[in-house]
């Protein structure tokens, strides 16, 4: 479709860099530190251990693959149940694939449009009945940097000796009773992909209170290699780890995160603001305990005649980019067949919702921009 309007484009999340990046991206130049070793990876590793308060931080070459770790330490094995979040990236449950364990998918609820603790209790219980097999483990994803009712989750996962995975590729900077999404349960990853709300063009990091896990996920991240000169493998491990140079990008980003979530919230409020007066249009909602970083601006449109691809062709033509909301797992042609705890919300979520431009460096005007053509689409119909 043509773009009408002359202006810049606008994109959904695009990187923002703070400045100083190229500074510690020379420094490993300086030094031919141009390895996936170096001191920006130590230094990005303490900077987000610091900011998230996590004892242990690594550094690794995407948040797939630290999930993937995660799954691995935690003893998954082919044929094992995992429960997982249904609304949620595939990125979050590939992982379960590639060991060739079994999802078991778990709806949204509607106050969080995160995983349902009801729900996840009802699944737990319904294959205790059944004599299944139980699950041991469950991928948690922080949605759109919205913490999810971990209260609630962890006292159901406790009850049935289930460990928690945090997914917080999206939520870097949200915080749950002031605590940081990442260290809440046993491992938590992040995502430094190229529209996270800071970027290091692509990359990731694991995150857990355990020494121990630390240690065994840094060492199946460098190929499994033991300590000695000459290369000695007992295990076979993944070439996992984070590069020096994507490491320097991540340092410098560290610098402005704070700016960064402070920003994401604004935007969020205004265009709240700016949308308040429609009565259609709802935000994703923020539970009590929570703070998250409004990754992205996300909105459902319940008008009968108005979809997420109505609005979206609309602000295209307007050269804007948005997107519906994740399609759920459990509606993925390739998960057909596969286990799953529904009740409609996530579904619902997909076809009404959609994801407004929410980059850091969008002004003022940019959100009044897509805001007035939100309405403009809304009140045409
Ligand atoms: C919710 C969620 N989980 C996992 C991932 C995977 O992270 P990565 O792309 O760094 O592998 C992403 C993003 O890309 C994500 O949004």
Redesign the pocket.
């Known amino acids: 479709m043509p773009h009408t309007s002359g202006l810049p484009r606008l994109f959904l999340s695009p990187p923002h860099m703070g400045g100083n990046e190229q500074h510690y991206i020379q420094a490993a130049f300086d030094a031919n530190y141009i390895a996936p070793l170096g001191a920006n990876v130590t230094d990005f590793e303490k900077r987000v251990a610091c900011y998230t308060q996590s004892p242990h931080a690594v550094a690794l070459s ?4 630290a ?1 993937h770790l995660a799954l691995i330490l935690l003893g998954v094995k082919a044929g094992d149940p995992v429960l997982a979040s249904s609304f ?2 595939i ?2 449950v590939s992982p379960i694939i590639h060991l060739g364990a079994e999802p078991i998918f778990i709806d949204a609820d509607t106050n969080s449009w995160n995983l349902d603790p009801a729900l996840l209790e009802e699944a737990l219980h319904d294959r205790q009945q059944r004599a299944l097999p139980m699950p041991r483990v469950l991928i948690l ?1 922080h ?1 759109y940097g919205q913490p999810a009712n971990v209260d609630a989750l962890a006292a159901v996962c406790q009850r049935y000796g289930v460990t928690i995975i945090e ?1 917080a ?2 939520s870097l900077g949200a915080t749950w009773r002031g605590r940081h999404t990442g260290t809440l349960g046993t491992f938590g990853i992040l ?3 190229g529209n996270k709300i800071i970027t290091t063009s ?3 990091m694991l995150l857990t209170p355990s020494a121990e896990y630390a240690k065994q996920a840094l060492y199946l991240a460098t190929q499994a290699r033991q300590n000695t000169p000459h290369y000695e493998h007992t295990d076979v491990g993944y070439n996992y780890r984070m590069s020096n140079i994507v490491a320097g990008i991540g340092c410098g980003q560290m610098e402005v995160l704070a700016e960064r979530v402070a920003r994401k919230r604004d935007i969020f409020t205004l265009y709240q603001t700016l949308l308040a007066d429609i009565e259609c249009v709802h935000f994703m909602p923020e539970l009590p305990h929570a703070c998250g970083n409004r990754w992205l601006t996300t909105i459902t449109v319940d008008h009968p005649a108005i979809t997420p691809e109505t609005l979206r062709l609309y602000l295209e033509a307007q050269n804007i980019e948005s997107r519906p909301l994740w399609k759920p797992m459990h509606l993925q042609p390739v998960f057909r067949g596969a286990q799953a705890y529904t009740q409609g919300v996530s579904e619902k979520l997909f076809a009404t919702g959609l994801c407004l431009p929410s980059g850091t460096a969008m002004s003022d005007s940019d959100i009044e921009r897509v805001a007035t053509l939100v309405r403009h689409c809304i009140e045409r119909v």
């Open positions: 995407c948040g797939t693959a999930i949620t990236f990125g979050s994803t949605l997914d590729a999206e995502s430094f992909n692509g990359g990731g």
